[in-house]
């Protein structure tokens, strides 16, 4: 039987993506230096055992707030908390760089395809979308005629 380190979650349930770490740990390394296998193992497991130690502690801020969801402040308190306060400002500045990055994806997401179409660009591939869906929804067939959504879910029924 497996030991249960996480609520619910063996070990191996609780990893980090093997290939992603060994890049990171490579990428961190001058290009002369060889890392056996078993300790990129270790390393990761390292990892994965620090990411238990801060959300677990961040949750203890969060309950002392009497919240329900853990904010990075509750994540940058428990760095304070366990002794790490001197990556305060580091973990800080990469985290608003990750926000900026998230927000600028999104914004020219939803953004770049709105304004770049006309209203009526934007009613045509609305009504295209429309069409997709009734014909996925008779089954593939295509639907040449433009029924209103009513009479559509009558021809279903039938």
């Known amino acids: 039987m497996e030991p249960m380190d996480i609520v619910g979650k063996t070990k191996e349930d609780a990893s980090l993506p093997k290939a992603t770490m060994t890049k990171i740990i490579k990428e961190m390394l001058p290009p002369d230096v060889r890392v056996a296998r078993d300790t990129q193992d270790l390393l990761i497991e390292c990892c994965?055992?620090?990411i238990n130690l801060i959300s677990s502690e961040s949750n203890e801020v969060c309950n002392r707030e009497e919240r329900r969801t853990i904010a990075?402040?509750?994540v940058l308190k428990a760095l304070e908390v366990l002794g790490?306060?001197?990556?305060?400002?580091?973990?800080y500045a990469a985290y608003e760089?990750?926000?900026?990055?998230?927000?600028d994806t999104?914004?020219?997401g939803k953004c770049s395809n709105v304004a770049e179409m006309t209203e009526e660009e934007a009613l045509?591939?609305?009504?295209?979308m429309f069409a997709e869906a009734r014909a996925r929804m008779n089954g593939g067939a295509t639907v040449l005629s433009k029924q209103p959504d009513s009479e559509?879910?009558?021809n279903l029924n039938n």
Do not use: D, K, S
């Open 48 to 50: 994965v055992e620090f």
């Open 72 to 74: 990075p402040e509750h």
């Open 84 to 91: 790490f306060g001197e990556y305060i400002e580091e973990v």
């Open 97 to 103: 760089q990750h926000r900026l990055e998230t927000v």
């Open 106 to 108: 999104v914004r020219a």
């Open 124 to 128: 045509a591939e609305q009504q295209r």
């Open 152 to 154: 559509a879910a009558q």
